[in-house]
Nanobody, 124 residues
Framework: QVQLVESGGGVVQAGGSLRLSCTSSGRAFSAYAMGWFRQAPGKEREFVATISTRGGSTYYKDDVKGRFTISRDNAKDTVYLQMNSLKPEDTAVYYC?????????????????WGKGTLVTVSS
C-alpha cells in the first residue's frame, strides 16, 4: 500500500504561483511513477502532469505546458508541482497519484493510488 498526502494548496491571485507537495509513505516511493491530476467543480478529474520513477521523463496537459513543472525528490519521498502564471480556470482540487508508468498514467484508469487532494483557488 502507498499513502499519499498533498499540501500547499490555497488561494492565489491570477498570475501568481503556488507549489504543491505530495509525500508518500508505505512501499518504495522510487519504484512508482508519480503524477498530479485535478478536478474542477462540476467537471471530471483530469490529468495534469506525470513523472517517471527517476524523473527523466515528464508529461503535461497541453494547457499547463510552460506554466507548471513536476519534479520529484526520491530521497524525501516527495513529488512537487510548481505552478506559475496561474489562471482562474486552474481552480480545482489537485490530487497526487502513483502508478507504474508515467506515460500510461496520463490515463486515469492506470493510476494505482490516490491522495485525498488539496484545493487550489485562483481569483481573478
Amino acid at each position: 500500500q502507498v499513502q499519499l498526502v498533498e499540501s500547499g494548496g490555497g488561494v492565489v491571485q491570477a498570475g501568481g504561483s503556488l507549489r504543491l507537495s505530495c509525500t508518500s509513505s508505505g512501499r518504495a516511493f522510487s519504484a512508482y511513477a508519480m503524477g498530479w491530476f485535478r478536478q474542477a467543480p462540476g467537471k471530471e478529474r483530469e490529468f495534469v502532469a506525470t513523472i517517471s520513477t527517476r524523473g527523466g521523463s515528464t508529461y503535461y496537459k497541453d494547457d499547463v505546458k510552460g506554466r507548471f513543472t513536476i519534479s520529484r525528490d526520491n530521497a524525501k519521498d516527495t513529488v512537487y508541482l510548481q505552478m506559475n502564471s496561474l489562471k482562474p480556470e486552474d481552480t480545482a482540487v489537485y490530487y497526487c497519484a502513483a502508478g507504474y508508468a508515467a506515460q500510461a498514467m496520463t490515463n486515469l484508469g492506470r493510476v494505482d493510488y490516490w491522495g485525498k487532494g488539496t484545493l487550489v483557488t485562483v481569483s481573478s
